[in-house]
C-alpha cells in the first residue's frame, strides 16, 4: 500500500549552491513550500537576481517503515535544470521548469537522518525551452510546487489513463489503462480492481483484470444513467484501481466530446463560439509559488467574474491545481508547452517534444483541455521538428486535436487545428464617426489555403493596446472598443470558432517588453486581479439570467475628456436598454448598439450624438451634476448605477476572498482594497498611501506599505504553519482604519 506526504515545511534554502550542500546540512535560511528563490519588487524589479543557482535542503529521517519498500521524491514543479541528491548520490535531473519529476531514493536511506538537496538553476540555459531568445514572461527560480513523499511497494501504479467512448448516448463506454511502476524488475503476477465510482467514491460499476508486464486494462460498456460533463454542469467521475498489494491511484474524468470543425467548435456535439482569455500563473512578489487556493481562485476568476468559457495557458503546462478547478466548474484549456517564439538547436528540440510527452501523459484525464498546443508560441516554421511534437501528442492522445500558436501568414499546417494570433487591428480614434476598423483577418487569409480549416484566434489585441488602469478614460475607453471589436468580428464568421484575448491580467516580464516599469499592462484585469473597464466588456456578455450587468465606462468627470465633454458615453451591459439621467435632466434612453456590434451576444449601449445634445448635460462653465444610469429588462428596472458629481472619499473598502486557511499547507488569499466615493464608485485618482499589518497565523507578501493606483490596490495574506486567528489592518490617512479576523486551522 502507498503512502503519499506533501513535504510543506522543513526545508532550508540558500542563496547559492556547492558541492558541499550534497553531502553536508548547512545552516540556511527555513521555509516552506513552494518557495519563490527571489522575491522581486511590483515594479522597476531585477529578472537578473534569479538567473543562478540556488540550493534547497531537506532531512529525511528513517523510519522503520521504510525499510524494503520504494521510496521517491515527487516534484510537481521546479524552475529550472534540477538536480537532486541523497546523501552526497546524484539521484536525479530534469531540465524543464514546468513538468513534474521523481527522484528514486531506494537503497540509498540509512538509519538516521538523510540529507536531501536540490539544486536548481534560475540561469536561462539555452538548451532547455523556452530559453535562448527573448521571452515576454519571468521564469521565476525555485522549488515553486509542491515536493511529495511516496512510499510504494516494489510494483505499483505509476499512471492511469482514461478513454470514453459513445459520449453522447445512453450506453457509454470507458476503457482503463493502467501503468506499472516496477524499478527493480520484480515479478509481475496478480490482478487488478478497477472501480468505475461518483467523484465522492460511491463504486457504480467494477472489474477485475490481470496484470501484465506493464500494466493492465479494464474496459466498461453500456454504461446507463451516466452524464455528460457540461459547461454548466461539469459532472465529474472517479476511476480508482487498486493492486492485489494494496496499492491504489485514483482519477477522475469526464464524458465529453470537443471537436474544431470548419464550421466552428463543437463541445457534445453542440456549437459554442469560444470567448476567452490568456493566463501566466505569476503573482505579485513571489512569482510562481503559490498554493493551491490561489490557483484554484484564478480559474474561478475567468469563469465567473469574466463569464469566459476558455483560458488558454499561456505560454506552458500550468499547475493541476487550476486544471483540476476547471474540470470542477466547467472551464475549457488550451493546454500547451514552454516556449516563446525562439526554437532553440537539437538538444532543445528533443527536450521540446519530451515536454509534449510530460504535459500530455500528465494532464489526459481533464475533461476541461480540449487541445494540445505543440508548437512554440509565434514561433516560425520548423518541418521535422513540429512533426515530431504532433507525432508525440498523437500517439500518446487520440482523443484531441493538436494546435500549433503562430502569428505569421501562410503558415505549414502540421496541427489539427490552425491556432494564430491576430494582432492586426487598426482601430483608431475615429472608430466612434463609423470608420471600419480591422479587428480580424479573414482565415483563408492566414491560412494561404484555398480551402476552410478549423481556425481558431489564440491572441488579440495585447501589447498592440496596453492600458494601465490609471490611463484616462478615453485610453480605457478604447481598450474595451478593441476587445468588443474582435469579439464581434469571431462571433460574425462561423468559420472562427473563437477568439481568446490577451490576456487575463496584468504581468511581471523582462526588461526587453512591457512598460518601463516592467510590467506588461495587457490584461482586463490588472496584476491583483482587479478588473479594468475592459473586463466588463467580456462579463457582460453573459445571459443576464446569471447577472445583470451595468457597468459605465467613465470616471464622471467633466474635465476628463477633450474639450470637456462626456460623451460618448459606453455603458457595458446585457440589459434590454439604458437610460441616463444628469442631474434635473430629462431622462435619455439607449439601446445596445447593434449597428456597430450586430454579432455579440450583447452589445454595448454608447450614449451619444445620437441620444443626446450636449446642451442636455449642461455647458462648459455650468454645473457638474450627479448622474443615474438604469438598465431596463422586460420594461422593468433592473440596476442602476449612481455617478457623483461631486466625489469625495468616503469609503475605505477591504475585502477578502477566503476568511480561512489551511495551516497545514503553504495557504494564500487575496486582499482588495478600494477608495470608493459616496455612490460605492472607485476613487481613481485618489493617490492615497496604504498601510498593512498582519498579525497571528500569517505573514504579509510583499511590503507593508502599498499605493492606491486607480483607486485600488491588493495584496495575499498567507499561512505560516501555526493554528489560530490572523489579524489584518488597513490604514490610510484620510479614511481611517478597516480590521479583518481570518483564521488557520
Avoid at 17 to 41: M, Q, Y
Avoid at 503 to 517: I, L, P, Q, R
Avoid at 533 to 552: I, K, M, R
Avoid at 716 to 738: F, H, L, N, Y
Wanted: hydrophobic share 40%; proline share 5%.
Amino acid at each position: 500500500m502507498r503512502t503519499v506526504t506533501k513535504l510543506v515545511s522543513g526545508w532550508t534554502f540558500h542563496t547559492s549552491f556547492s558541492s558541499e550542500h550534497t553531502t553536508k546540512a548547512l545552516p540556511g535560511v527555513a521555509v516552506r513550500l513552494p518557495h519563490n528563490a527571489v522575491d522581486l519588487e511590483l515594479t522597476y524589479l531585477d529578472e537578473h537576481s534569479y538567473q543562478k543557482e540556488f540550493a534547497y535542503q531537506y532531512t529525511l529521517a528513517w523510519e522503520p517503515a521504510l525499510a524494503g519498500r520504494e521510496v521517491s521524491l515527487r516534484f510537481d514543479g521546479a524552475m529550472a535544470n534540477s538536480v537532486v541528491w541523497v546523501n552526497g548520490q546524484q539521484v536525479a535531473a530534469h531540465k524543464d521548469g514546468y513538468t513534474p519529476f521523481s527522484a528514486r531514493l531506494t537503497g540509498l536511506l540509512k538509519e538516521g537522518d538523510n540529507l536531501i538537496t536540490v539544486k536548481i538553476d534560475g540561469s536561462e540555459n539555452p538548451e532547455i525551452p523556452p530559453f535562448g531568445g527573448q521571452i515576454d514572461y519571468l521564469t521565476y527560480a525555485g522549488i515553486y510546487r509542491d515536493v511529495w513523499l511516496q512510499v510504494n511497494d516494489a510494483v505499483s501504479i505509476a499512471n492511469l489513463k482514461v478513454e470514453t467512448s459513445q459520449e453522447l448516448t445512453d450506453t457509454k463506454g470507458v476503457l482503463v489503462k493502467g501503468f506499472l511502476a516496477n524499478p527493480a524488475n520484480a515479478p509481475v503476477s496478480g490482478k487488478a480492481l478497477v472501480e468505475l465510482c461518483s467523484v465522492d467514491g460511491t463504486v457504480l460499476h467494477q472489474q477485475t483484470v490481470s496484470l501484465g508486464a506493464t500494466g493492465f486494462e479494464a474496459a466498461f460498456a453500456s454504461l446507463a444513467g451516466l452524464k455528460l460533463w457540461e459547461l454548466d454542469a461539469p459532472q465529474l467521475y472517479l476511476v480508482r484501481a487498486t493492486l492485489d498489494n494494496g496499492d491504489q491511484l485514483s482519477t477522475r474524468f469526464g464524458f465529453r466530446t470537443a471537436r474544431f470543425t470548419t464550421e466552428g467548435f463543437f463541445l457534445n456535439g453542440k456549437h459554442l463560439k469560444i470567448r476567452g482569455l490568456n493566463r501566466h500563473q505569476s503573482y505579485p512578489y513571489v512569482g510562481y509559488a503559490m498554493g493551491q487556493r490561489a490557483q484554484a481562485k484564478d480559474a474561478d476568476v475567468v469563469k465567473h467574474s469574466l463569464k469566459c468559457n476558455l483560458v488558454r495557458t499561456s505560454h506552458y503546462p500550468q499547475s493541476t491545481y487550476f486544471l483540476d478547478r476547471c474540470d470542477e466548474i466547467g472551464l475549457l484549456v488550451f493546454e500547451e508547452i514552454p516556449g516563446w517564439q525562439h526554437i532553440g538547436g537539437q538538444t532543445w528540440q528533443d527536450e521540446s517534444v519530451e515536454n509534449v510527452r510530460r504535459m500530455v501523459e500528465r494532464d489526459w484525464n481533464h475533461p476541461s483541455i480540449i487541445i494540445w498546443g505543440v508548437r512554440i508560441n509565434e514561433s516560425q516554421d520548423h518541418h521535422d521538428f513540429y512533426t515530431r511534437t504532433n507525432a508525440m501528442a498523437r500517439s500518446l492522445d487520440t482523443t484531441r486535436q493538436t494546435g500549433g500558436v503562430r502569428y505569421i501568414e501562410n503558415s505549414e499546417l502540421l496541427e489539427d487545428v490552425y491556432t494564430v494570433n491576430d494582432f492586426c487591428h487598426v482601430a483608431t480614434p475615429e472608430w466612434m464617426k463609423g470608420i471600419a476598423p480591422t479587428p480580424l483577418r479573414q482565415p483563408r487569409q492566414v491560412t494561404g489555403l484555398d480551402h476552410e480549416v478549423p481556425y481558431l484566434i489564440t491572441e488579440f489585441n495585447g501589447h498592440m493596446y496596453p492600458t494601465k488602469r490609471i490611463d484616462p478614460e478615453d485610453r480605457q475607453a478604447e481598450h474595451v472598443i478593441r476587445h468588443l471589436q474582435v469579439l464581434d468580428k469571431a462571433y460574425e464568421n462561423p468559420v472562427i470558432s473563437g477568439a481568446i484575448g490577451w490576456c487575463m491580467y496584468d504581468y511581471n516580464t523582462h526588461k526587453d517588453f512591457g512598460a518601463g516599469d516592467r510590467i506588461c499592462h495587457h490584461g482586463v484585469l490588472d496584476i491583483f486581479r482587479e478588473p479594468k473597464f475592459a473586463a466588463w466588456g467580456y462579463t457582460s456578455q453573459c445571459s443576464p439570467a446569471e447577472q445583470v450587468v451595468l457597468q459605465p465606462v467613465t470616471y464622471w468627470a467633466r474635465g476628463e475628456k477633450d474639450r470637456c465633454e462626456v460623451l460618448p458615453l459606453i455603458v457595458l451591459t446585457n440589459c434590454d436598454h439604458v437610460e441616463l439621467k444628469v442631474g434635473d435632466f430629462a431622462a435619455k434612453r439607449a439601446e445596445p448598439d447593434r449597428e456597430r456590434y450586430p454579432h455579440l451576444p450583447h452589445a454595448p449601449v454608447i450614449f451619444d450624438s445620437r441620444h443626446v445634445n450636449m446642451s442636455d448635460l449642461g455647458a462648459w462653465g455650468m454645473l457638474w451634476r450627479d448622474a443615474t444610469v438604469t438598465g431596463y429588462i422586460d420594461g422593468k428596472a433592473v440596476a442602476t448605477v449612481k455617478l457623483s458629481g461631486n466625489p469625495l472619499p468616503t469609503t475605505l473598502q477591504v475585502q477578502v476572498d477566503d476568511t480561512v486557511l489551511r495551516a497545514d499547507e503553504k495557504d494564500a488569499t487575496r486582499v482588495i482594497v478600494r477608495a470608493l466615493d459616496q455612490a460605492g464608485r472607485l476613487l481613481p485618482f485618489l493617490d492615497e498611501v496604504v498601510h498593512v499589518q498582519v498579525a497571528g497565523a500569517a505573514r504579509l507578501l510583499g511590503p507593508d506599505t502599498l499605493t492606491l493606483k486607480g483607486g485600488v490596490t491588493g495584496f495575499w495574506v498567507e499561512t505560516t504553519g501555526a493554528v489560530g486567528d490572523i489579524t489584518v489592518r488597513v490604514s490610510t490617512r484620510r479614511m481611517g482604519e478597516q480590521v479583518l479576523t481570518l483564521r488557520a486551522e
